[in-house]
């Protein structure tokens, strides 16, 4: 600063004098803000996003591997989300074993979800044989990630599936029931066949294996990502806009930014479904397509 003043100006004292009325306002304008609170920190608004540990409990080494114990908010809202899905259906399918019929919103929203889930997605895309076999996880599945997008809707608490730990280890999981489903379906040799489709020239093998090997595990670096980004995206959108009303401090901007958050919370709602339907239907594809390959 001092350079490009004494640059500009060409002349000593009123350079030296023009660095010291720079220096003296910056000082005395951070120690205003200090002393009335006026500085204002983006990052302060995404604390909501953020991973705090809640209880911490001992971790251990296995190999190089350190694995962590500890309860944080994130882990928090997982248990929650599958606390919730287990008392949600217990309930449902002690309901439906009695003989009676759900009463109440949530009831019957449940029942509905669940019989559309159900036979629309899983039975109607992978056959009543199939279907039935993989319903309890790929159910389970869905309503687990649409509760933890629900939960962080809550003010004060927390998204789990905008962290993409939690995403990627939901895809892992979907990854490794296809491949071993795929396999006790078709056998290993089979199933690397499928790797050479007939026909192909020699001169391709090299080329072509190694592409077919890398779409295994794009797929469920798809789903991550997917899931992660539009979940994190959401919540970036809502806090940027809110952070304007810091910024700018402005009586006349509040009302839109008040309207405008308002309806980005509508449709987060709605991406809540949305994700989890898309989540869940990938995945059923994706299974469906190694144990069914003639399809």
């Not at 889930?117 to 993989?134: H, S, T």
């Not at 004060?156 to 795929?182: D, E, H, R, W, Y």
Request: hydrophobic share 55%; aromatic share 10%.
């Amino acid at each position: 600063m001092e350079e490009i003043i004494l640059a500009q100006t060409g002349h000593g004292e009123e350079a030296e004098h023009a660095v010291e009325a720079v220096n003296g306002a910056a000082a005395e304008a951070a120690h205003g803000a200090a002393g009335h609170g006026d500085v204002f920190e983006f990052s302060q608004l995404f604390h909501h996003m953020e991973d705090t540990v809640l209880l911490q409990l001992p971790s251990f080494s296995i190999g190089s591997l350190t694995i962590d114990l500890s309860i944080t908010k994130l882990v928090l809202m997982m248990i929650l989300s599958g606390g919730i899905t287990l008392l949600a259906f217990g309930a449902l399918a002690r309901k439906i074993r009695g003989g009676a019929a759900p009463r109440g919103i949530l009831a019957n929203l449940t029942e509905a979800l669940f019989d559309f889930v159900n036979r629309d997605m899983i039975i109607g895309m992978m056959g009543e044989k199939a279907g039935r076999q993989f319903a309890p996880y790929f159910t389970s599945l869905f309503f687990f990630i649409l509760f933890a997008n629900l939960i962080g809707l809550i003010p004060f608490m927390g998204t789990a599936t905008s962290n993409i730990a939690v995403t990627a280890s939901l895809a892992v999981l979907t990854f490794f029931i296809t491949q071993v489903s795929a396999v006790r379906v078709q056998g290993i040799v089979p199933y690397m066949k499928h790797h050479v489709p007939p026909g192909m020239p020699i001169f391709l093998i090299p080329i072509m294996v190694p592409i077919e090997i890398l779409g295994h595990f794009i797929k469920p670096f798809a789903l991550t990502i997917r899931l992660f980004a539009n979940m994190t995206g959401g919540h970036v959108v809502i806090l940027s806009v809110i952070g304007m009303l810091f910024l700018f401090k402005s009586l006349m901007l509040a009302p839109l930014v008040v309207g405008f958050v308002l309806f980005i919370d509508f449709l987060e709602l709605l991406v809540a479904f949305i994700q989890a339907y898309v989540f869940v239907l990938l995945s059923i594809l994706f299974v469906n397509a190694a144990i069914q390959p003639e399809h």
